[in-house]
């Protein structure tokens, strides 16, 4: 009986000991945060800042040197086509330096004396004149008696032929002289600001918005100036510079989620254009890289976003890959075993460590292509001591 | 020839043989006595010699009272500073923090480049070298580096570092190994724990920095010595006046500078684990000695009886068996102090580790030892006199009688009627302890204070399991983050995306501030986070995700309780960087979080606030595993990448910390823990034997065997060492809360945890020690002399 009872006793005794080693050396489910594999869409998107761009733009300049009045536009004035934008006042003369003056004025005294020289050529041009001409009366009197010879005759004609000519070059060279004194004299003009009343007006070649003025104030520009930029900001679009390895996979036709401009919601682009050529730029993190511009048309609803103007900033996402419908698992889930992405996958309370193979990733979500299925409950962020085989809990 | 004999009192001869013929409960309790000892040794005289060292170390070196760090200031307005009243000397220096390419690394590490003047000694902070020589002022690609990390490296002068100054590739060549009192711990801003191989400071000429950093005639970091009797809060505020036009970031004393204020905390703990850990240690002692002692007394009944007959009085029979506690807490004390001597030796080389003095002058100061022997003895007297005095003020004539006989009374439980289907030698049991319910629970007690010390002991792993979880695998789930010299635009969230094997991007945005409620202030650094963010999170001590509001700040619990705000309460924000505004800001919730002094703020509000676009101070990258050396390669030739932190390779730093560590903690505490009950257990179990030897021998000579009278004997003791498992549990568990809430601070305040492993890890070794004491006074009782019990008398 009381071998029984002792051998109870130790039975007991050697139980609760065991139950204790036991409960010492058994490994306690890891907490771990769940998610589930999911068939859904998925979107592959290249992200990159962008700028708007009114699509059509004008610079207007003036078309020659003068001096350009008050540009009364403002930005965001709206002008339509053919009102004026600038008005442009004909050059002032240059101011003269004494010597300069000193000069003109000798050049003035020299072209006064060149006017008399050449008056008193014209008075001695007709005073031959009048000679030839009674030298002829008097041949044809002698010839109408034939006291003279038809020679003398001729010689007489052309005599007065000749002198009128010399009068006339001489009028000609009084008219030339008088002609220089005016240079000479305009010379030594006032500068004046009106320059002789010459006005431009410039217009607006289209129906648009001021974007930019260059000049506000009145000055004097020279020819080609720029005056103000003109453009219609109802067709913007949108200028986003992809790094060339990015821009290789964009084409015409995708479509483009733009966000970050400043509204409610994201509004809906489409890739026009991807610029052939690159260009170099220094990165946010100060490394050369080769850039590309895509040029981006919003084809959404333009009312919900009238106050885009030109050269605001925006986010474009441009989804270069897009699936309805297929297996995703998010990117915190994925770790490497080995060379293959693998994700420990929830079967029976513990966790096994399942191989994959992804198809697209996005900074989000991955593709799954072989190794799981929709509904797999997997483990996100997995801490470092889990192990294949192990209990896990969900964390609540 | 005759042997000299020692002139011995009689007296003291008789306590000798006395001591002697209990020997291994002596031996029991000086060995609880010699562990408390060993603590208290151990603990306090590296508190001693650090403190020593220290204050020596700071003055040779200069260690400046007052620092400061600003964006540019002109070198004139040093004398400025020097003019406010109250400063001593003052030293301005250029001071910045750089990326580093260390062969061997594949990271990116980190550096902090301090300026020497060239030529000279700077005038405060001094650098010791300890190898190699000064930089050649014709060269100013020299520096001397901080020894830990050329240790951590096996660098030595000649050997070169690639540094990233300012967006330029430079080859710093090391021709000196050097320490500095402020860096006597080094660690990076942020980290938990210091990281030598990640993390070094260089001392490099003043003119190359200078040139290097645009700084020429100016400076970024100030340091200076108060003069005594100087108000350091005053000169603290004039200094921040005088730098605040320079981009000033607050001026701070030494008290808040990271490594003296890691010294002073480390110090306070020693000191606190030094006073609290022996006492629990001699408490026992004092108890089993007590117990010893009352039973030895009564044994010695008919020897006092005769004693005070012959003449001997009360005050000399009375310190004749005080001395025989204190002859065993003398004993044990004296080993104490060698061991303590011994392990505080290996304490101080470990915190050579992590502190690093130019020599850590260890020593048991006579003061330690002294008090150490002076404490245990006056524990061992308290625990003795209550029984000596009862003993010795018994008449003579009393006392040469027998005892009377203990009451005779059916137990507790025989008296409800369960025990009719109970063992006899339960039946014994029950009311053994039941007729001594006071000592009874005692040793349960001491037994549970054993059990106490290993589940605090072992809690620590559980703690540091949890801290973990927490810090590496919930809230910071990111696998790289990288931080940008200054705010950068969005431009370099894509550009950081690109770069190469990122997964995902998640941007932030750091702005360091001064946030003032009242008089109350406290300069820290804002993070902006992304609000659905999954890779970096804030995360509440309890394990719950705070998401971070649309508005409104979400501060630490403990920056709460400094600034004297609730959410719904406003703080002013003043921004320490850039146009510096300052704007009042809601506390929208306060978090119980572990580490730091943290305030967290949706980046968006953020951005408002600064009414800035979507700048970016850092970003958090998961990364693919494959392309992380590609990627680090790429990030130590960034010139706007300021520093690169690798969640993997800090948590492999911590976990080998720890580990190298924890396997000493263990075995400590599994040791005193066996000590602790081994003893208590033994002395009780030797105590009982002592009083019922007759009985039992009785039971033997009617024919019990020898098992169940062991049972019977070793039965109290199963039940006692039962009882205590789960109120040693609730009294460590108790403690261990206790102690983490006392050790709550500013930097950490760690969540108190214990698995039910670690428990069921204490309770076995706590059966286990009382299991083997039970052998040994087992073997006693087997070879118990049984006609010899029978006859005695009493």
Known sequence: MTRLRRSRGLLLGLTALGALVAVALWPSAVTVDLTT?????????????????????????????????????????????????????????????????????????????????????????????????????????????????????????????????????????????????????????????????????????????????????????????????????RHVEIVADLLSSDAVRVRPGMRVALT??????????????????????????????????????????????????????????????????????????????????????????????????????????????????AGARVVVHPPDTLADGDRVTPRQ | MVRPRLHLRALTRKLLRDVWEMKSQALAIAVVVAAGVTMFVTYLSNFDSL?????????????????????????????????????????????????????????????????LPSPGAPALNRVLLRRGTWPDPARPDDVVASEVFCEAHGFGPGDRVAAIVN???????????????????????GDLFPDNRRFGVFWMQRAALAAAFDMEGGFNDVALTLAAGASSDDVVARLDRLLEPYGGRGAYTRALQVSAWTIENELTQLRMFGLVTPAIFLSVAAFILHIALTRALALQRGQIAALKALGYGNRTIGWHYVQWALVIAAAGALAGVAGGAWLGAKMAD????????????????????????????????????????????????????????????????????????????????????????????????????????????????????????????????????????????????????????????????????RLRAGARHRTLAIIGLTPDASLQRVVARSGAVIPVPPAG??????????????????????????????????????????????????????????????TVSSTALKVDPRDLAQLHLTLKALPAVAGVAVREATLRNFRQTMAEHMNLIIAFNVGFAAIIAFGVVYNAARVSLSERSRELASLRVLGFTRDEVGRILLGELAVLTLLSLPVGAVIGYGLGLFIMTIFNNEVYRLPFAITAQSIAWSWLTVVGAAALSSIAVRRRLDRLDLIAVLKSRE
């Open chain 2, 167 to 189: 967006g330029r590739r430079r080859q710093l060549t090391i021709v000196g190994v050097g320490i500095s009192p402020e860096y006597v711990y080094s660690i990076r801003p």
């Open chain 2, 350 to 513: 470990l915190y050579n580790e992590f502190f690093r003095f130019p020599m850590l002058d260890y020593r048991v100061s006579p003061g330690v030892a002294l008090w150490s022997v002076l404490g245990s003895l006056a524990v061992a007297a308290a625990g003795a006199l209550a029984a000596v005095s009862r003993a010795v003020a018994v008449p003579p004539a009393d006392a040469m009688r027998p005892d009377a006989p203990a009451r005779y009374r059916p137990s507790l439980i025989e008296r409800l009627g369960v025990a009719r289907r109970l063992p006899q030698a339960a039946r014994m049991v029950l009311r053994t302890l039941e007729r001594q319910p006071v000592r009874a629970l005692l040793s349960m007690l001491g037994i549970a204070a054993a059990g106490a010390v290993l589940v605090i002991g072992l809690s620590f792993i559980d703690v540091m399991d949890v801290l973990i979880d927490e810090q590496f695998m919930q809230a910071m789930r990111q696998d790289v983050t990288v931080t940008f010299v200054g705010p950068r635009s969005a431009d370099a969230v894509h550009a950081a995306a690109r770069l190469p094997g990122v997964m995902a991007v998640e941007p932030q945005r750091v702005v360091p501030v």
């Open chain 1, 260 to 373: 970050e401009w400043g509204g409610d919601r994201a509004m809906g682009g489409v890739v026009e254009r991807v610029e052939p050529s690159g260009f170099t730029k220094v990165s946010a993190l100060g490394v050369e890289e080769q850039r590309v511009n895509v040029i981006i048309d919003v084809d959404d609803d333009r009312a919900a976003w009238t106050a885009m103007g030109d050269g605001f900033r925006v986010e474009v996402a441009i989804t270069v890959w897009h699936a309805d419908d297929v297996v995703t698992l998010p990117t915190g889930a994925l770790f490497r075993d080995g060379t293959d992405w693998a994700v420990f996958a929830i079967a029976d309370g513990r966790a096994r460590l399942t191989r994959l193979t992804l198809g697209h990733r996005t900074p989000l979500a991955a593709e799954v292509t072989a190794g799981l299925d």
């Open chain 1, 37 to 233: 594999v999911t068939r859904g869409p998925l979107s592959v998107t290249i992200d990159e800042d962008g700028d708007t761009r009114v699509h059509h733009r004008f610079v207007v300049s003036a078309p020659l040197a003068g001096r350009v009045e008050r540009i009364d536009l403002d930005p965001g004035d709206t002008v339509t086509q053919g009102a004026p934008v600038a008005r442009l006042h004909a050059e002032p003369a240059q101011f003269l330096d004494a010597r300069s003056r000193a000069e003109a004025a000798a050049a003035m005294e020299a072209a006064r004396g060149l006017v008399g020289r050449a008056r008193a050529d014209e008075q001695r041009a007709r005073a031959a004149l009048d000679l030839a001409t009674a030298d002829l009366a008097r041949e044809e009197a002698l010839d109408a008696s034939g006291l003279t010879t038809r020679q003398a005759l001729d010689t007489r004609k052309s005599g007065v032929a000749t002198a009128r000519e010399a009068l006339n070059a001489a009028g000609f060279a009084v008219a030339a002289a008088t002609a220089d004194l005016e240079r000479a004299r305009a010379r030594l003009l006032p500068a004046s600001l009106d320059g002789g009343g010459r006005t431009i007006t410039v217009t607006s070649p289209v129906d648009g918005v001021v974007l930019k003025r260059f000049l506000d104030s009145e000055s004097v520009v020279p020819a080609g100036a720029k005056l103000v930029e003109l453009g219609d900001p």
């Open chain 2, 553 to 614: 700040l979400v501060l630490s619990r403990v920056l709460g309780d400094v600034l004297g705000v609730t959410p719904g309460d406003s703080v002013r924000v003043e921004v320490l960087e850039g146009a510096r505004p300052a704007f009042d800001v809601p506390v929208a919730a306060l978090v119980d979080d572990s580490m730091g002094v943290q305030a967290y703020m949706a980046r968006d509000a953020l951005h408002a606030l600064l009414r800035e676009g979507r």
């Open chain 2, 51 to 115: 403190v020593r060292t220290l204050s020596r170390y700071y003055e040779r070196q200069q260690f400046a009272d007052v620092f400061a760090g600003a964006t540019r200031a002109p070198g004139p307005l040093a004398a400025r500073i020097g003019a406010i009243p109250g400063v001593d000397i003052v030293d301005t220096r250029v001071v910045a923090d750089v990326t580093l390419d260390v062969t061997g690394l594949d990271e990116p590490a980190n550096g902090r480049l301090v300026s």
